[in-house]
């Protein structure tokens, strides 16, 4: 189910169960798209029968946030998916190409009022630490009491206070393993401490989805420590608007010779949200983060248009102005962006245009790179079988892809491209395959991209819910980056394998394999070239 509870046509509450009763949940924004992020309190049951099954979903008035009075109007769209047969339906129908804000079906209720929302989570911690001086002797012993509270206030049905000082994420969800080794651009992990997980969506600018060089424009991740915080997020007619402010301890965890240690960097940001229709918005962002005598300010300006019945644009200009802490000269710095998209049952293009200063800096915000100019444009084409002849396959996917920028920092012309042959059958099953070809620049060099990749997934039984392989094709190649005077050009073959399996109903346990076999390191006569071994 997908509830527009504030009846806005930007965001949105999509729940899941499964016949078991298994719960997941997304936040969808107009302007981010999907995030898995969020982990709301509600209730689902599933019960299996001779004709099927029946699922239930009770959702506390609690849990979300809508706009209480006499008259309340949401929206609401209801689907189901056979992963047997590789279907889906819906009520309302969902067109493809079509933005699923305007295709909810009106909800209303009369007399409706949202509980007073108060939440309290105080928190208690005390460590004692000793060190063994000799082996017969525990040194002094150094004790540490620590406490703080988190609090979540409704001062409306539509806009939400939370609050902390000194919160403790002791019970946090642990991140899942990322590889950091040998990587151009940093590794994302997602946000999921629940102070800071409320109304997060209204952060996000237009354009950033997708390839494009911005992730996210607020990553909460970057405030590791804070002491204390305050958010403020809500809804008030066509407004939406969010407010966050905090103080991060982590930049100040310095040796005690530093003459910054201790310090903490304060962090301010404001975001405000206009709707100019369903799906499409424009709206405004501003952040300040200070530390010791060093600031960085960003403002940026976004809008997002659905034109038509399966047409979107988007445009985002933010500038930045960098304070450094050695007393060198403020920095200034640009970026922008322009994306177009046209989709429909069969036909899928997109494109998008990038710009990036070489002084571009954003505190708050998890990009890949900067001092770039360029773009990327998708292109691709669905077929639909014949359903009688053909049972088990669902649609066949040719698609191109082409994505090239001048780096400037780098020093050269990034280019890639990529064909690729999808296809989708019954059983939650795909195969894929991809020709990879390009060059990219990495410290004064040019590096050849090379790679033949196909993976696929299937449901071949009940208790095997998903799998993913992908079998070393030819000698792919990238770059070694760990040492930068010296980088290399690898051949290297990769072959994870990926499968869940239910032996117990309610319970999914995954399984992972992996393979990686590098093949030549490089040619030249160097000291990396004679550790790794040249072939």
Partial sequence: MSLDALGSGQSSYDLFSNPSGIQG?????????????????WESAGKVTEEGYTAEMRIPF??????????????????RGVSRLGTSASWPDLQRGKSIFTRYAPLRM???????????????NYSLRQTRETPAQWGEYDSKPDAGFTVKYGITSSVTLDG?????????ESDTFQAEINQRFPVFYSEKRSIFMEGMGTFELAGTVGDGNIRTAVHTRRIVDPLCGLKLTGNLGNFTFATLSASNRAPGQLDVSDPNAGERMSCNIGRVLYSVGK????????TDTEFAGRHNRVAAGDISLHLGEHQSWSATVIGSNTVPLDGTPDRNGMAAQMSYGDSSKRYEASAQLEQYDHDFKMDTGSYNRTGITGGWVYSG???????????????????V???GYRDRVQGGNDRVYVAALRANFTRQGYAQINVVRGREPWAGQLFDIRAVEMTGQAQP??????GLVRPPLGRPSRIYRQHHQHPHELSDQQAPLRARDRAVRQLARPHTYGLSRILRACSGDCGLCRLWGAV
């Fill in 401 to 403: 892809f082409v994505r």
């Fill in 62 to 79: 609690k849990s979300i946030r809508f706009k209480s009075g006499a008259d309340v109007r949401m929206g609401v769209i209801f689907w």
């Fill in 164 to 172: 902390t000082y000194r919160p403790d994420f002791i019970q946090v």
């Fill in 279 to 286: 799906g499409s918005c424009s709206g405004g962002l501003f």
């Fill in 110 to 124: 009369h007399d409706l009022k949202q509980p007073r929302t108060l939440e309290v989570i105080p928190n208690l």
């Fill in 381 to 399: 084409i669905s077929l639909y079988p014949n359903e009688t002849r053909f049972k088990w396959l669902k649609r066949v996917n040719p698609f």
């Fill in 461 to 466: 039984a009940h208790p095997l819910c998903t």
């Fill in 25 to 41: 949940d997304i936040l969808n924004t107009s302007t981010r798209g999907e995030d898995t992020s969020p982990d709301w309190v």
